[in-house]
């Protein structure tokens, strides 16, 4: 009976991750989100400190700049890239926020129906299993009080004589 116990635990364990990475998909996909919106919001704060001379200075038009405000440059055009991909990523995504939800936990719930049919399944094959193992205990008891039963008195002689 241990054994079944053991199966069924491993098999809760099973749902309990299943839901686990789930709610954690969720909450990742939440963060993204917000990452996003940071972003885009950085990208427009860049973007209004922007000059004339800044547009100028992409064609090689406007005065030079210390390295440090090149950099700088490159950091906040790479920061809006990030931002704008962000955005368009949310955008453009496949399903809203709403309809991914429901299919995830969807899918959750499709892995916890599958985890408690194969707890159900392997709950019947450990019982067949145990009945099985109990009947060919049985049989090995019953042979081996048939080999240790005490000698008749017809073997004894048999054995004295030879």
Do not use: C
């Not at 990742?28 to 209004?48: E, F, H, I, N, Q």
């Not at 129906?113 to 019982?127: F, I, P, R, W, Y």
């Amino acid at each position: 009976m241990s054994m079944l116990e053991d199966n069924m635990n491993v098999a809760l364990k099973g749902v309990d991750y299943a839901k686990d990475s789930v709610e954690h998909t969720v909450a990742k996909g939440v963060s993204v989100a917000l990452k996003g919106v940071t972003a885009a919001a950085g990208v427009l704060a860049a973007v209004r400190h922007f000059s004339a001379d800044d547009g100028l200075a992409w064609f090689g038009l406007a005065r030079r700049r210390s390295p440090l405000q090149s950099v700088a440059l490159v950091g906040a055009g790479v920061i809006a890239g990030v931002g704008i991909g962000a955005g368009l990523g949310l955008l453009f995504a496949p399903r809203p926020g709403a309809e991914t939800r429901r299919a995830l936990r969807q899918q959750s719930e499709k892995i916890q129906g599958d985890a408690k049919n194969l707890l159900a399944q392997a709950s019947t094959e450990v019982k067949a299993v145990g009945e099985t193992v109990q009947q060919n205990v049985q049989q090995f008891a019953e042979k081996a009080r048939d080999a240790v039963k005490p000698p008749t008195t017809a073997t004894t002689e048999r054995k004295l004589n030879n």
